[in-house]
């Protein structure tokens, strides 16, 4: 064994008493070994009908693919998986989830069959020590996820998992486990948060749906105080975002859309400097607004 990969194992060791054994680890080491730095997203993924949809939303995740290393899988958080206590998933192959209602057949009939990657679930409840990581086999992959990987990589070709969202835990705590995430971005592991800064469905105007970039007071109030605070490094001010006045309780009502950002800007390094791209509004109360760490 080289010495790179003794040392590796080693740091890996508290793991095997908690049932994972050296012959487990260096299996995992095989799957993932070390590669150049892969970027992290923050994907602004809007209505579902976006994985339809031709519009310059999808045409930004296009885009974005083709500057980015192919990865050898995906890992992404979803506003759509909310749990008590933190899952991965863990199966084979994933289910397509149309975890929605009221839209038109063509939308229900997409299939996404990525392959799943059970040894990138063990990976990953391995590098996490803040809390214990659960593997499910049920979920599968949500909207929040398929519909915008899709537009990324249509062929379904790279493995993916899911990460969820333990509802209980407040910012701080999400932003922290996000942290011990970071060595998978040396394993040409993409990770992935889907959501929306600005989310607030009740308050959508629905007349203004077409109308480009439109948007509310509050919500470029909100919009701009995030986007001045991501590129300037504040995460402070964004983990802390319920001390920010009225403007942010609108912008996030409820906070599932918004902590995947904070997966995302948690993985950042020192050298490297967010950029923003789909930068807009969308009828009054919703940013489309996606997040490259590179």
């Not at 009221?102 to 990976?123: I, K, N, R, T």
């Not at 499910?136 to 990987?149: I, K």
């Not at 105007?205 to 077409?210: G, M, T």
Request: proline share 6%.
């Amino acid at each position: 064994m080289e010495r790179k990969e003794f040392l590796r194992l080693a740091a890996l060791l508290p793991f095997v008493g908690a049932g994972m054994n050296i012959k487990a680890l260096s299996t995992l080491a095989e799957h993932f070994p070390a590669t150049d730095t892969m970027p992290a997203l923050f994907l602004g993924h809007g209505s579902p009908m976006n994985a339809i949809e031709e519009n310059e939303f999808v045409a930004g995740f296009r885009t974005i693919a083709k500057t980015i290393p192919r990865p050898k899988a995906i890992l992404c958080v979803s506003a759509h998986w909310e749990t008590k206590g933190t899952y991965v998933t863990a199966m084979e192959q994933p289910r397509t989830i149309h975890d929605f209602g009221g839209f038109p057949q063509a939308l229900f009939d997409v299939q996404y069959p990525a392959p799943g990657s059970p040894a990138l679930a063990e990976e990953t409840k391995a590098l996490i020590t803040k809390t214990t990581i659960l593997s499910d086999h049920e979920w599968g992959l949500d909207h929040g996820t398929w519909s915008v990987v899709k537009h990324l990589y249509p062929n379904a070709d790279i493995p993916i998992i899911q990460l969820s969202l333990d509802y209980s835990q407040p910012p701080q705590y999400h932003y922290e486990l996000a942290q011990q995430l970071q060595q998978l971005r040396n394993k040409g592991i993409l990770l992935i948060g889907s959501g929306n800064m600005v989310h607030n469905l009740r308050l959508l105007d629905w007349r203004k749906l077409s109308v480009t970039n439109y948007a509310f007071d509050w919500a470029k109030e909100a919009q701009e105080k995030m986007t001045s605070y991501i590129l300037s490094d504040n995460h402070d001010q964004l983990i802390h975002y319920a001390k920010h006045g009225k403007a942010f309780e609108l912008a996030i009502p409820t906070p599932e859309h918004y902590l995947p950002l904070l997966y995302i800007l948690a993985l950042k390094k020192k050298n490297e400097h967010p950029q923003l791209f789909n930068n807009h509004y969308v009828a009054g109360s919703l940013t489309m607004t996606s997040v490259i760490i590179a």
